[in-house]
């Protein structure tokens, strides 16, 4: 993550939206598009194989960086870049989130939002006014047991919410679990997979042996390669394209 720094949110904040990073491009994160990548900071899970730690243990915040600087590179990028990928953290979270989407919208941009989908009335509020052009929500076990992985009591009903509400919104989406071994089973990614019906796109993202929230998980065993392309089979049964990244 390229970071540009402000000044810290913890003494002057810009508004409600504490940005903890930008990477200014990339080729990878939104199909098909070259985009700008904006790291919300805070969020109300815990998820301990995360790898923005930063961005989610107060302790490791950095300085924020402010909106309006975010807005001036874009303003320099009009032509260079499609669109902008706003992810976390959690960037529902942010109460300036949708104010900050209508300026990158007005200025031409695409956007991209990531969520954990714990926050349903702000994905509705963004889908009903048609701010987004694409999705990509996070889920993260079967509902059964989903504080059990995000290591925080937690409503369950507002992920199901989020998952109808992006399944029936249409537009451009992506559902991705991260498969870790310890925390989940085939029959896990097989009950998510029934909870999710009616995706367009479904991907199973390889846990990342880097930094992690918690520090024991860092040398987590990887799911085997051979049941990743076993589970792909199967879930090719149930939704038009499925990834393994
Ligand atoms: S993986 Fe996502 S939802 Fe989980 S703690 Fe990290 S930022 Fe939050």
Do not use: W
């Not at 070259?34 to 900071?41: K, L, V």
């Not at 918690?214 to 049964?237: R, S, T, V």
Request: with cysteine; aromatic share 6%.
């Amino acid at each position: 993550m390229l970071l540009l720094h402000g000044i810290s949110c913890l003494i002057a904040k810009d508004g409600s939206m504490n940005i903890g990073g930008l990477q200014k491009v990339s080729l990878i994160d939104y199909p098909g598009k070259i985009s700008a990548i904006i790291f919300t900071q805070g969020c109300n899970f815990r998820c301990p194989y995360c790898h923005n730690p930063q961005l989610v243990d107060p302790k490791l915040y950095r300085p924020c960086l402010f909106s309006k600087d975010i807005l001036d590179f874009l303003a320099h990028r009009r032509g260079k870049l499609d669109a902008v990928t706003i992810t976390g953290g959690e960037p529902t979270l942010q109460e300036d989130l949708i104010p900050l989407i209508q300026k990158i919208r007005k200025m031409g941009f695409a956007v991209k939002l990531d969520s954990n989908g714990s926050r349903p009335d702000v994905l509705a509020h963004l889908l009903k006014d048609k701010l987004l052009d694409f999705i990509a929500l996070d889920i993260k076990a079967p509902l059964d047991k989903y504080s059990q992985v995000v290591k925080v009591q937690m409503d369950t009903g507002a992920i199901a919410q989020s998952v109808r509400l992006v399944i029936q919104s249409k537009i451009p989406q992506e559902f991705r679990t991260t498969v870790v071994k310890s925390m989940l089973t085939q029959k896990d990614i097989l009950a998510i997979a029934k909870e999710i019906a009616g995706a367009k796109r479904y991907a199973l993202q390889r846990f990342q042996p880097a930094q992690t929230l918690d520090p024991e998980f860092a040398g987590e065993q990887l799911f085997p390669e051979e049941e990743l392309l076993k589970l792909k089979k199967q879930l090719e049964k149930m939704f038009p394209l499925v990834l393994i990244r």
